[in-house]
């Protein structure tokens, strides 16, 4: 498309659709000095349709359903200093900071360099016009990376104060994602270092004052994150953890993921197709699957243990009905090993997932999830460590 008119209308149209049923709406837009550029990506994060748009109220609003909750967040690297003012007088109001490392060195192994003072530029600029919430988003087990240096990197995210600190583990699946052939393999940190560098950026993280939600997440005492997990009503869905117990989740661009009752759906891959089928009005959706009673009871279950690191029984044999033992006795034996290894403590009543369990979270879910326990043949998601 090159027509920026008609994509910026399609945009508007596709938002006021978005945000009249979800009530979190997320758009990443990487700005120039005079317009914006909306980008379209795909699963790996690469561009495959750009467009400038003027980046003014007039050609580019957001619009509200006006449910107080509502929130628009933009994911962006950095940009420009006016331009927060701008993004804010558009609507947005929370801002996640792209950051990686600040390590030049595994900048430059990674392709993406981005000064510390740039970021922190932008940063600053989103307090200064009033964007309610700020989060930096890391990533370990990228190469050259060791606990070292990753420390120099969270001293300098924890001087920064955002309210929130994502710190998310690199999957490196190069036969799924061309530019990471780029990356040195040999160049990539070994399993033990990554669980290193994880353990020490729980200590130090919340040390200085964040809470560890869970699953790389970190928040202040007073983020509605670390509330909501208090009072019991923290949720996590395809996309992370949210405050909105299981909204629907609409799918805005190619290749993304939608979820609508008890089913999800994702769009066209193709940028043609996908525009095709917006245009005649249509969904653009290519396939999609309908869950079973089976899905839905282990989806609650996963979800209440990466939630809260702990399961009550008797709270889902009344929410489902089921004998919890008899239901999943498989996957309970799936966890045999891992409580004899103390990462969590069982009794008759439920499961209480112990410190050294959290950092493996992911693996104690597993034990719930049928259809890795049915899979043949190599699994082709990335490692957990």
Known sequence: MTDATMTAERLKQSTMRATASAPTLT???D????HSQACVLDEAGAVVEETRLPTTPDGFRLRFSGVP???VVLETGTHSPWASALLRELGFNRMSLGVQDFDERVQKAVNRVQSEAETMETLEAARAVGFRSISIDLIYGLPLQNV????RTLDKTIAAAPDRVSVFNYAHLPSRFAPQRRINEADLPP????LDILQMTIERLTTAGWLYIGMDH???PDDELALAQRNGTLYRNFQGYSTHADCDLIGLGVTSIGKVANTYG????????????????????????ELSRDDEIRRDVITRLICHFKLDFAEVERAWDIDFADYFADSLDRLDT?????LLARDARGILVLPKGRLLIRNICMAFDAYLATKQGAVGFSKVI
């Open 27 to 29: 758009i990443g837009i």
């Open 31 to 34: 700005l120039g000095d005079r």
């Open 69 to 71: 909750a509502s929130r």
């Open 148 to 151: 070292e240096n990753f420390g």
């Open 191 to 194: 399993p033990q270092v990554k």
């Open 218 to 220: 970190f928040a202040r």
């Open 266 to 289: 994702q769009n066209l891959r193709d940028m043609d197709d996908y525009m095709a089928a917006i245009d005649a009005g249509r969904l653009a959706v290519f396939r999609g699957i």
């Open 338 to 342: 891992m409580e004899a290894d103390g």
